[in-house]
C-alpha cells in the first residue's frame, strides 16, 4: 500500500501508471494501492500510523523536516538504491545521519517569479528586474500607482508563507558564511541579518506591498490566484507541483512568465536559486518486504515515470537525463540556476520549528510580536529541536 497526496490528481494519473507499469515488470504478481491522502491532514494520518505501527508500505514525503522527523518510522534504502544514485538528484533533503531515507521524485525550489506585462504597463523594462531591494522597492511603487497591483502575492493563513519569504529571499541577506552555517544546523537567530529577513517581512506587511488579508488569505491556492490574475506583480512561488512554471503559463504566456533572483539587501551577497529535493518516496519499518517496496520506490523514480510527471503536471523531476529547458524561459532559468543554487533555508528547520515560525509571522503581520521576539522564541525551540 502507497500513501501519498499526489496520486488522486488528474496530472499525475500517467506518471503513476508508468511507475504501476515498470514495477509489474518485476513483481506481476504483487498487487499496488494508491491511497491518496488530504495534504493538510497528510501528516497528522500518517503520525497515528506510525504510532500504531502499521499503515502503508510506501510514504510520499516533502524533503526537509517532515522526513527527518521521522525517520525512526522508516528504513534505510541506501542499499537498494545505488544504482539511482548519479540519475537523481536532491538525495540531501531525504537523508539524516549519513542514511538516505527516500528517493527524491522532484526538485523542489522557491523562485521570485514576477509578472512581464505588468512591468510593461508601467513602464519598466522586463528584461531587468531590480537588482537591490532599495530598487525593487522603487519599482513596486511605481507598478502599485500605475497599475494598481500590489507587489507581493501573500498567503499566510497557514504559515506557510513565511517559509517561502525566508527562502526566496535570503540568498541576498544573509553572507556566504551565514548562510553555510544555517544549511549546517549552526543559526545565530540574533544576527543583525536573519532578523533582517523578519524585519523585511514586517515591513512589506506594514508598507502594503502584499495583497490586503494575507493572514487570511491561502496559500494554495489562492495567493497564486491572486498573481495569475495580475493583481499582484510578484510571487515567490514553487518550482514544481502547483503554485509554479506550468500553472502560471496558463494564465501569462510562457514569454510574459519571469523569474528573477532575490534582491540584493546586504551588500556583497550573492543571490542563489533555493532548491532541494521536493517529495519522495520512503519505505515504513514495518513493511513485510522491504526489498519489494524499495523495487516499487525505484519505478515511482524510473525515467520514464518522471519524463510523464514532467509534461503533465509540470514538476522538475530529479531524474537529470531528462530535459525541461524546452518548456519555456522561466523553466529555462530555473534550470540554468540549478548548477549555482543552494538548499532552501526552511527546509533546514524541523517541523515544530516551521509551525512555531508560521505562528509567530503571523504575529508579526498583525503587530503582536516584535522581531525580536521571534528571534527569542525561534532560538530556542531551534536549539531544543
Known amino acids: 500500500m502507497v500513501w501519498d497526496w499526489k496520486s488522486g490528481e488528474p496530472a499525475a494519473a500517467t506518471y503513476i501508471e508508468k511507475a504501476k507499469v515498470d514495477f509489474a515488470k518485476k513483481h506481476p504478481d504483487v498487487t499496488v494501492e494508491f491511497v491518496a491522502q488530504p495534504f493538510d491532514q497528510y501528516y497528522t494520518l500518517l503520525g497515528a500510523a506510525i504510532q500504531a505501527g502499521k499503515g502503508p508500505d510506501v510514504v510520499l514525503f516533502n524533503g526537509g523536516g517532515q522526513i527527518r522527523d521521522r525517520v525512526s518510522a522508516l528504513l534505510p534504502l541506501d542499499e537498494y538504491v545505488a544504482e539511482d544514485r548519479q540519475r537523481l538528484a536532491g538525495w540531501e533533503a531525504f537523508t539524516a545521519a549519513d542514511k538516505t531515507y527516500a528517493s527524491p521524485v522532484t526538485l523542489q525550489g522557491h523562485p521570485i517569479y514576477y509578472n512581464k506585462s505588468l512591468?510593461?504597463?508601467?513602464?519598466?523594462?522586463?528584461?531587468?528586474?531590480?537588482?537591490?531591494?532599495?530598487?525593487?522597492?522603487?519599482?513596486?511603487?511605481?507598478?502599485?500607482?500605475?497599475?494598481?497591483?500590489?507587489?507581493?502575492?501573500?498567503?499566510?493563513?497557514e504559515g506557510y508563507g513565511i517559509q517561502f519569504w525566508l527562502s526566496g529571499l535570503a540568498s541576498g541577506v544573509l553572507t556566504t558564511a551565514e548562510y553555510d552555517a544555517w544549511i549546517a544546523g549552526k543559526r545565530d537567530w540574533n544576527s543583525p541579518n536573519v532578523k533582517r529577513i523578519f524585519q523585511l517581512w514586517k515591513e512589506a506587511g506594514d508598507s502594503k506591498l502584499n495583497?490586503?488579508?494575507?493572514?487570511?488569505?491561502?496559500?494554495?491556492?489562492?495567493?497564486?490566484?491572486?498573481?495569475?490574475?495580475?493583481?499582484?506583480?510578484?510571487?515567490?512561488?514553487?518550482?514544481?507541483?502547483?503554485?509554479?512554471?506550468?500553472?502560471?503559463?496558463?494564465?501569462?504566456?510562457?514569454?510574459?512568465?519571469?523569474?528573477?533572483?532575490?534582491?540584493?539587501?546586504?551588500?556583497?551577497?550573492?543571490?542563489?536559486?533555493?532548491?532541494?529535493?521536493?517529495?519522495?518516496?520512503?519505505?515504513?519499518?514495518?513493511?513485510?518486504?522491504?526489498?519489494?517496496?524499495?523495487?516499487?520506490?525505484?519505478?515511482?523514480?524510473?525515467?520514464?515515470?518522471?519524463?510523464?510527471?514532467?509534461?503533465?503536471?509540470?514538476?522538475?523531476?530529479?531524474?537529470?537525463?531528462?530535459?525541461?529547458?524546452?518548456?519555456?524561459?522561466?523553466?529555462?532559468?530555473?534550470?540554468?540556476?540549478?548548477?549555482?543554487?543552494?538548499?532552501?533555508?526552511?527546509?533546514?528547520?524541523?517541523?515544530?520549528?516551521?509551525?512555531?515560525?508560521?505562528?509567530?509571522?503571523?504575529?508579526?503581520?498583525?503587530?503582536?510580536?516584535?522581531?525580536?521576539?521571534?528571534?527569542?522564541?525561534?532560538?530556542?525551540?531551534?536549539?531544543?529541536?
Not at 230 to 236: E, F, P, S, T, W
Not at 263 to 278: E, K, Q, R
Not at 288 to 315: H, M, N, Q, W, Y
Request: aromatic share 8%; net charge negative.
Open 119 to 157: 512591468y510593461e504597463k508601467a513602464g519598466l523594462d522586463p528584461a531587468n528586474p531590480a537588482g537591490t531591494w532599495n530598487e525593487f522597492v522603487a519599482n513596486c511603487a511605481t507598478i502599485t500607482s500605475r497599475t494598481g497591483a500590489r507587489c507581493f502575492a501573500l498567503g499566510n493563513k
Open 211 to 385: 495583497n490586503d488579508g494575507a493572514n487570511s488569505t491561502a496559500m494554495f491556492n489562492d495567493s497564486f490566484a491572486l498573481f495569475q490574475s495580475g493583481k499582484a506583480a510578484h510571487v515567490i512561488g514553487l518550482m514544481s507541483d502547483v503554485g509554479h512554471w506550468k500553472d502560471f503559463n496558463e494564465f501569462l504566456t510562457p514569454e510574459k512568465l519571469g523569474v528573477m533572483g532575490a534582491p540584493v539587501v546586504t551588500p556583497g551577497t550573492t543571490p542563489s536559486l533555493p532548491y532541494d529535493g521536493g517529495i519522495g518516496y520512503g519505505v515504513t519499518k514495518w513493511t513485510k518486504d522491504p526489498r519489494v517496496a524499495a523495487d516499487l520506490v525505484r519505478s515511482l523514480t524510473s525515467t520514464e515515470a518522471l519524463k510523464a510527471f514532467f509534461a503533465d503536471a509540470g514538476a522538475i523531476a530529479a531524474d537529470t537525463t531528462i530535459d525541461a529547458t524546452q518548456a519555456g524561459p522561466a523553466v529555462g532559468t530555473m534550470i540554468s540556476e540549478l548548477k549555482s543554487g543552494r538548499p532552501a533555508l526552511h527546509v533546514a528547520l524541523s517541523s515544530e520549528a516551521l509551525d512555531l515560525m508560521g505562528r509567530l509571522s503571523q504575529q508579526l503581520l498583525s503587530g503582536s510580536v516584535t522581531v525580536d521576539e521571534v528571534a527569542k522564541q525561534m532560538a530556542a525551540v531551534d536549539k531544543a529541536g
